[in-house]
């Protein structure tokens, strides 16, 4: 248990399909990030928020839309993916935004688009 | 630009020990290093921030070669809950901003 909550676990959407996942961090740190880890592939980094303000966009499309509300949570809004979006998104947080400090990552939600 | 890790994957002997290296092309602040087993998130093992910098934990430790832009994670008597996927996270000299840029990771296999 690293403090890090993310919900669902699994999802399974069809291209035409709208969801969110949600993330949580009890730690009380000021930074989130949403990861997409793909098989075969190495962590990606997609979206940074510190003190709920976007820092990083990684080249992310726009079918992937983030929202922090504040600094416990974090979400990742999904509409018309594509089955190459199937992967594992891993959410992490850490106490600031700048370098130097650890992350820690939650379970992840793992993405099935059909 | 991804920091390459070697080896790709190793399988030793409980008791055995291993090295895992961790390479960059660019100029490095800090390397990350977290272990992910099948299934699980990442977890934190430590961080190194200067050149020359050494820590470690139990049998877990690790060097950083600011010079070399390298950074080797060494794990001595290996156990069975050492398995797991390794990976290096590095954030570059020139960023401010945390912006970690894993390498494709090293598989451990732990057998009695």
């Known amino acids: 248990e690293t403090g890090v909550t993310q919900t669902p676990r699994h999802l399974v959407m069809g291209m035409t399909n709208k969801k969110s996942l949600k993330c949580e961090q009890h730690?009380?740190?000021?930074?989130m990030y949403w990861y997409k880890q793909s098989a075969k592939k190495p962590l990606e980094l997609m979206f940074v928020?510190?003190?709920?303000?976007?820092?990083e966009n990684n080249s992310v499309p726009s079918r992937f839309s983030p929202e922090c509300p504040n600094s416990s949570h974090l979400f990742l809004h999904l509409h018309t993916l594509q089955p190459e979006d199937s992967a594992l998104y891993l959410c992490?947080?850490?106490?600031?935004?700048?370098?130097?400090?650890?992350?820690?990552f939650g379970p992840g939600t793992r993405l099935t688009v059909t | 630009q991804q920091p390459v890790q070697s080896p790709q994957a190793v399988i030793l002997r409980e008791g055995e020990d291993a090295v895992i290296n961790c390479s960059s092309s660019k100029a490095l602040y800090s390397v990350h290093w977290y272990r992910q087993k099948h299934g699980e998130a990442p977890v934190f093992l430590m961080i190194?921030?200067?050149?020359?910098e050494q820590k470690g934990h139990e049998k877990i430790s690790a060097s950083f070669n600011e010079k070399k832009q390298q950074s080797s994670l060494y794990l001595t008597a290996s156990q069975l809950s050492y398995s797991g996927t390794y990976f290096c996270g590095t954030e570059g000299r020139d960023q401010g901003a945390q912006k970690l840029v894993f390498g494709q990771g090293t598989r451990l296999t732990i057998n009695p």
């Open positions: 928020y510190n003190f709920k303000e976007q820092t």
């Open positions: 730690l009380g740190h000021n930074a």
């Open positions: 992490a947080s850490s106490e600031e935004g700048t370098r130097g400090y650890e992350q820690y």
């Open positions: 190194l921030l200067k050149g020359g």
